[in-house]
């Protein structure tokens, strides 16, 4: 049982490259999130979904995209990057019974860099 | 307006004092979830916690539902527990929401 697993853990981009953050779970959670954290800011909610083929925005959307095809993968598109996405990014999965309905399993996080 | 509130955003003790981090929510939840990161490390689970106390080797974590806001201790501290603390809570199943979180910083 692997729980969340994310690739790459490191990744240097320029500026205007685009790439894709993958994201997986085996433990068949419905609701699947991406989270940005910056110095002071906390972590902030890009994307989330709650099934396959059921995504919504987050708080700070703008320039990614997501899908999710399948209940076990969902991955976080960066469609042209900018120096304003230099973050580590994480992926974390819920499920919607109890008792692990209030807990969220992380990743270990994706460290981005953009030049 | 922020859903969730922690106290203090900065905290720094000496290794052996006692350590107390403060959550309170302003949403309807069932339960309170506590989070460690460690400096350039993932989140790891603390405590899932719906009423009462609930204890781990040095670190307990309490909560009243009915008063909307949840302690967490770290008794004895040392500089391994030097991280950042975060409370979690989820009021409904589209959504999360998170503390700033807390950086504790435990010197020798």
């Known amino acids: 049982n692997a729980g969340v697993t994310q690739t790459p853990k490191f990744q240097v981009l320029k500026t205007g490259q685009s790439m894709t953050l993958q994201c997986a779970q085996d433990m068949n959670h419905e609701y699947m999130s991406w989270y940005r954290q910056d110095p002071g800011m906390g972590l902030r909610l890009i994307h989330y979904s709650v099934g396959a083929g059921i995504t919504d925005q987050g708080e700070v959307p703008n320039g990614y995209n997501v899908s999710r095809s399948t209940t076990e993968d969902f991955p976080l598109r960066l469609l042209s990057a900018a120096p304003s996405q230099t973050s580590v990014y994480f992926c974390a999965s819920s499920s919607r019974f109890r008792p692990s309905y209030n807990e969220q399993f992380f990743g270990p996080g994706t460290r981005l860099t953009v030049l | 307006k922020n859903e969730v509130e922690q106290s203090p955003q900065n905290l720094t003790a000496q290794e052996g004092e006692f350590i107390t981090i403060n959550c309170s929510y302003s949403v309807g939840i069932s339960a309170l979830h506590w989070l460690q990161q460690h400096p350039g490390g993932g989140i790891v689970s603390l405590f899932m916690?719906?009423?009462g106390k609930k204890k781990h080797g040095r670190l307990i974590a309490t909560i009243n539902i009915q008063e909307k806001h949840s302690s967490l201790h770290i008794t004895a501290s040392h500089p391994r527990d030097s991280a950042v603390y975060i409370c979690a809570v989820r009021p409904n199943f589209n959504k999360f929401y998170f503390g700033s979180g807390t950086k504790l910083n435990v010197k020798p």
């Open positions: 916690l719906s009423s």
